[in-house]
Each structure stands twice: as structure tokens, then as C-alpha cells.
């Protein structure tokens, strides 16, 4: 692995166990984090009262490249569908449980937390 794409991941590692701390203060119970499959990572996923939910982290340094938030395209969200549909499966959630898709964006010290982001 590249050493710019080793200290990059480093980094988003972070940013990740900066908004996990975040969703903790706000209730939510961090039950996994950096999910991997075939169909794609999810950086975090928790629990909010009987909602299974699934995290993606987005950070930007300043506003140069886009809001953070930005970078979550219909592409993206799909990948982070399959990820959780298969996450699903492999730990017996029914289609009984239900998800939430939500978003946190991190520019410069301000944490966005965006619920329901967009739905599968």
C-alpha cells in the first residue's frame, strides 16, 4: 500500500472515532465499526432505540472540495445499501428490523449528524 493511502486511511480512522463519539453523546450505541464486505465498507454502525443504523463518515479539512456531505452520491449510497442488506443477513436482522441510513459530515471542528440521509 502507498504510504500517502496508508496515512490517509489513518486519518479517516480518526475522523470515524470522532463521530462515533459523537453519535455516543447523542445516545446512539456504537455496535461495529468498519464494516467490510464484497459490496463495500460501512464506517460505523449503532443502535438507537429499535433502529439498526449505519453510518457513513465524511471529512473535509475546509469548504475547497465540498461540504463533506456532499460526497455521499447516489453511487455511494448504494453501495452502502448492499453493504448493510448483507450485514443483515449475515447477523440474522430480519426485514422486521428496522434501518436508518445517516451521515456524518466533519469540516474543520463543525460535526453535522444527519438522520435518515437517504433511504435504501
Known sequence: MAKGAN????????YEE?????????GLRIIQKNFSSR???IDLIAREGRY??????KYRANAKGGHPLEAVDARKRRRIS??????????GYGEDT???FDVVGIM?????HVRDAFER
Request: hydrophobic letters at 35%; charged letters at 30%.
Open 82 to 91: 448492499k453493504t448493510a442488506d448483507f450485514y443483515c443477513l449475515r447477523y
Open 98 to 100: 428496522p434501518c436508518r
Open 18 to 26: 470522532r463521530a462515533a463519539e459523537y453519535l455516543k453523546a447523542q
Open 108 to 112: 474543520g471542528d463543525e460535526v453535522v
Open 52 to 57: 439498526l443504523v449505519f453510518v457513513e463518515v
Open 7 to 14: 496515512s490517509n486511511r489513518s486519518k479517516g480512522r480518526q
Open 39 to 41: 459490496f463495500g465498507e
